[in-house]
DNA sequence: CCTAACATGTAAACTGTTACATGATTCC
DNA sequence: GGAATCATGTAACAGTTTACATGTTAGG
């Protein structure tokens, strides 16, 4: 595969894998990466627009897209498809099952683990926002990541939608939970503030 | 609160509060916060103890934590514990509900979002490898997180005993889902590579 | 007319990790 | 004697975000 490559194809960032999935799904532009990944998977692995369209450039140079210039009216616009070396380092990437890291930050949760130094009620107020947070995201799921899965399953790809049930069922168990963690702070109140 | 501070201590970087809330639960040196949040918040906020060190000093400047060296034999060693300040600044930031992020970076799931790329039996391995992940995981958490929030519990402090089950939940969801999600690529193949 | 969305790009700042660097002590 | 653990630190690098920068088009 592509012994052309400037760039060894063998470990690109993971915001590349990003572009050339969403490529391969679909997507033409910087801008409709951008927004596809905001709607579907923003809440495994964000992107911004400004890694976006450098990493373009350097993936066109590696051969992995090719992009012309598509202007919509005077608009201008760069339109980009994943090529068949693309799709290989894709497929590749896909079946490394060293790389699966999982790196979660949750500022909500950790705020939870010190709640000690808090008072009850406000722990109440942080347990009630935790929840509100967690319905927040099911909403954005349901209203913004369903549809745009959606859309995927239409043309063919059954994994956005298969995808989703992961995110739902993080967050409806957190919801469980909270209302768990309040109904259990009501009846088995802290003495004083450990 | 102290307005004889240097730094604002209005908005410190996330892992600074790692450190007091740490210092709170009983941590008393660098190495020390590195190993408890090792063994108890890794997943939901790492730290490097790269980190640990040089924000110590700030902190100390800061007047939030107070340090002395205190040395095990000849192995040098600096004790630190958490100022008045210290308290009342952590405490603000756990009320602040503002700042409540939820970031998540999970190159598995990503890869599964991607997978109508992959052929069918490798998208079974990808599942399978998920799994195992989650299972990994559930280990780690038994074997040190929940003694270390037992430690903690023994000291008064409930909550990183309260927390712990958040994470249990979700990859107990998660190890369900690919069963789910194995039996249904089983009974369901795809025809053909979307 | 003005706001939102479309569309692309860069520079500076910031955050975080890995590697480098050093040394003591304990346990096998 | 050697490995693991205790213990602290810095420098270089990699990765990411925010802000700056610019211009078009559609819709209310």
């Given at each position: 595969v592509a012994e052309h490559n400037q760039i060894e194809p063998a470990d690109l960032p993971i915001p590349a894998y990003v572009i050339l999935g969403m490529l391969r799904l679909g997507a033409r532009s910087g801008y409709d990466i951008k927004r596809i990944v905001d709607r579907s998977t923003r809440y495994l692995s964000a992107i911004s627009h400004a890694q976006i369209y450098p990493l373009l450039k350097q993936l066109e140079r590696a051969g992995l897209v090719r992009g012309r210039a598509e202007p919509r009216g005077k608009r201008r616009r760069r339109a980009y498809e994943i090529t068949k070396d693309g799709e290989a380092v894709l497929r590749r990437w896909l079946r490394d099952?060293?790389?699966?890291v999982l790196d979660v930050r949750d500022v909500g949760l950790l705020k939870l683990f010190f709640a000690?130094?808090?008072d009850e009620p406000e722990v109440v107020e942080l347990v009630r926002a935790l929840r509100r947070r967690s319905e927040r995201i099911l909403g954005e799921l349901r209203r913004e990541s369903l549809p745009a899965a959606a859309v995927a399953a239409a043309r063919g790809h059954r994994f956005p939608h298969l995808t989703l049930p992961f995110g739902t069922a993080m967050h409806e168990a957190w919801v469980e939970y909270c209302d768990t963690l309040e109904a259990e702070l009501r009846t088995r109140p802290a003495r004083t503030r450990a």
């Amino acid at each position: 595969v592509a012994e052309h490559n400037q760039i060894e194809p063998a470990d690109l960032p993971i915001p590349a894998y990003v572009i050339l999935g969403m490529l391969r799904l679909g997507a033409r532009s910087g801008y409709d990466i951008k927004r596809i990944v905001d709607r579907s998977t923003r809440y495994l692995s964000a992107i911004s627009h400004a890694q976006i369209y450098p990493l373009l450039k350097q993936l066109e140079r590696a051969g992995l897209v090719r992009g012309r210039a598509e202007p919509r009216g005077k608009r201008r616009r760069r339109a980009y498809e994943i090529t068949k070396d693309g799709e290989a380092v894709l497929r590749r990437w896909l079946r490394d099952e060293e790389d699966l890291v999982l790196d979660v930050r949750d500022v909500g949760l950790l705020k939870l683990f010190f709640a000690d130094a808090l008072d009850e009620p406000e722990v109440v107020e942080l347990v009630r926002a935790l929840r509100r947070r967690s319905e927040r995201i099911l909403g954005e799921l349901r209203r913004e990541s369903l549809p745009a899965a959606a859309v995927a399953a239409a043309r063919g790809h059954r994994f956005p939608h298969l995808t989703l049930p992961f995110g739902t069922a993080m967050h409806e168990a957190w919801v469980e939970y909270c209302d768990t963690l309040e109904a259990e702070l009501r009846t088995r109140p802290a003495r004083t503030r450990a």
